[in-house]
């Protein structure tokens, strides 16, 4: 069964450091999402993306954060300057379309990113 | 806006127990409503859905019926196992008030023991 992945399943780095996530989603997807879950607290939308662009995003996904999809699979999330409140799980999701029977998002297994 | 509430966890039952999670939402205009599992180690699944008032979302021995009166739409199932045991979510899209991103609860963590 097709399923999105993600990596790596746990990041550790430094405050202000660079980091990227990565997630492959389900091949014939077209719309993709990010989330975050900070430990203990609710699973909280940050951005989706189609056609190269971002379609939506929260206010939680300043310029501090970007997305692409830089070669036809992959989905990456960066963050430039890591914060220390930027510890969180974070889930990519796909989705073959918007609205209808196939708008059903999937989602990864979630990269745990530790900021010290 | 657009908001989950979800019953605090854990929720810790016997096997063959019956179990409701409950769960209420607030939304400005016609949301889709969904309970999605996390099994340890893996990401959120979809368990169940339902588009619209008085449908019945089921899968998998779960069942949650969407009500806009009360505004709620609670999971429950008659005989829990102990493969159940995982983190639920209850989730709302709503495409005309907020597009398609979905708004989920806090999430509730089962316990079933054998």
């Known amino acids: 069964e097709p399923e999105v992945t993600q990596t790596p399943s746990h990041q550790v780095t430094q405050m202000g450091q660079e980091v990227i996530l990565r997630c492959v989603p389900i091949s014939n997807h077209l719309y993709f999402y990010w989330y975050r879950q900070i430990l203990g607290q609710k699973v909280e939308f940050l951005v989706s993306f189609y056609n190269n662009e971002i379609s939506e995003k929260s206010e939680i996904f300043d310029d501090q954060f970007s997305v692409e999809r830089p070669d036809g699979s992959n989905f990456t999330l960066k963050i430039r300057s890591t914060k220390l409140e930027d510890s969180a799980m974070y889930f990519c999701?796909?989705?073959?379309?918007?609205?209808?029977?196939?708008?059903?998002?999937?989602f990864g297994p979630g990269t745990r990113l530790t900021v010290l | 806006g657009n908001s989950v509430t979800q019953m605090e966890g854990p929720v810790t039952l016997s096997e063959e127990a019956f179990l409701t999670i409950n769960c209420t939402y607030t939304?400005?205009?016609?949301?889709?409503l969904f309970w999605y599992v996390q099994y340890p180690g893996e990401g959120l699944q979809l368990l169940l859905k339902?588009?619209?008032?008085?449908d019945k979302g089921s899968n998998k021995g779960f069942e949650a019926t969407y009500r806009k009166e009360t505004t709620s739409f609670h999971l429950e199932k008659g005989s829990v196992q102990v493969s159940d045991s995982a983190v639920y979510f209850c989730?709302?899209?709503?495409?005309?008030?907020?597009?398609?991103?979905?708004?989920f609860g806090t999430g509730t963590r089962l316990a079933v023991r054998p």
């Open positions: 989730a709302l899209s709503d495409r005309r008030s907020s597009g398609d991103k979905l708004t």
């Open positions: 999701a796909s989705s073959e379309s918007r609205g209808g029977p196939n708008n059903e998002q999937f």
């Open positions: 339902a588009t619209k008032a008085d």
């Open positions: 939304a400005t205009g016609y949301p889709s």
